[in-house]
């Protein structure tokens, strides 16, 4: 079944440790995203991408990095991660001339201790 | 900075009835779209109305855009137990922008 899959489902991390949260789409969709949705803030856009090989900043990037090495992949890296990056975390994707749908994964619910 | 705001922040109705959510946002859009959230669950699109549109219709959803006012309404006509969820409003601004979405409305059908 074509669409976005994340992985993990859900994880515990301790504060200070690298954590990198997976997302992979089948729909050769060139345009990705990363959302933290937090109660009472909404969703909040972390980093995209535009197409593979290019990535930009969102709203709410520091202490977080992404890579876009082809067109499927989009993984989301927290290099120390610190308590305030607990939330849940979805990998969103959207088709190249559409008007910006945007098609989302399950979600990754991440608590940092 | 959060371009779009729902209102109600909760509603809660019979199933049968209409519900009516709104947004409202602070700068010219390019188009205005509508998801829905099952809790615990990812997003999924439900409808796009452009910014020269004015009203929209997709089954027993309606939407409706008024830019002079720069607001918009969700109708979900004949509302029923599966339409429990959260609706969100997300604008776009354009091609160097990005869609900023609202905090959400939380709709309970009870049966």
């Known amino acids: 079944i074509a669409g976005i899959t994340q992985a993990p489902t859900s994880q515990i991390l301790a504060a200070g440790r690298r954590m990198t949260l997976r997302c992979t789409q089948d729909?050769?969709?060139?345009?990705m995203y990363w959302y933290r949705q937090d109660l009472g803030l909404g969703l909040r856009l972390i980093h995209y991408?535009?197409?593979?090989?290019?990535?930009g900043k969102g709203e709410v990037p520091d202490g977080y990095s992404v890579s876009r090495a082809n067109t499927d992949d989009f993984p989301l890296t927290l290099a120390s991660a610190v308590p305030s990056q607990t939330s849940v975390y979805f990998c969103a994707s959207s088709p190249e001339g559409s008007y910006n749908e945007q098609f989302f994964g399950p979600g990754t619910r991440l608590t940092v201790l | 900075s959060q371009q779009g705001e729902e209102d109600p922040q909760a509603l809660s109705i019979q199933e049968g009835e209409n519900a009516t959510m709104n947004c409202s946002y602070k700068?010219?859009?390019?188009?205005l779209q509508w998801y829905r959230q099952n809790s615990g669950r990812g997003l999924v699109h439900l409808i796009l109305?452009?910014?020269?549109?004015r009203e929209k219709h997709s089954g027993r959803l309606r939407v409706t855009l008024d830019t002079s006012k720069k607001s918009s309404s969700l109708l979900i006509t004949a509302s029923r137990a599966a339409d429990t969820a959260s609706y969100f409003c997300a604008t776009d601004r354009g091609s160097n922008y990005k869609l900023t979405f609202g905090k959400g409305t939380l709709l309970t059908v009870n049966p």
């Open positions: 991408s535009n197409t593979a090989g290019t990535t």
């Open positions: 109305i452009r910014s020269n549109e």
């Open positions: 729909m050769r969709h060139n345009a």
């Open positions: 700068t010219s859009i390019n188009n």
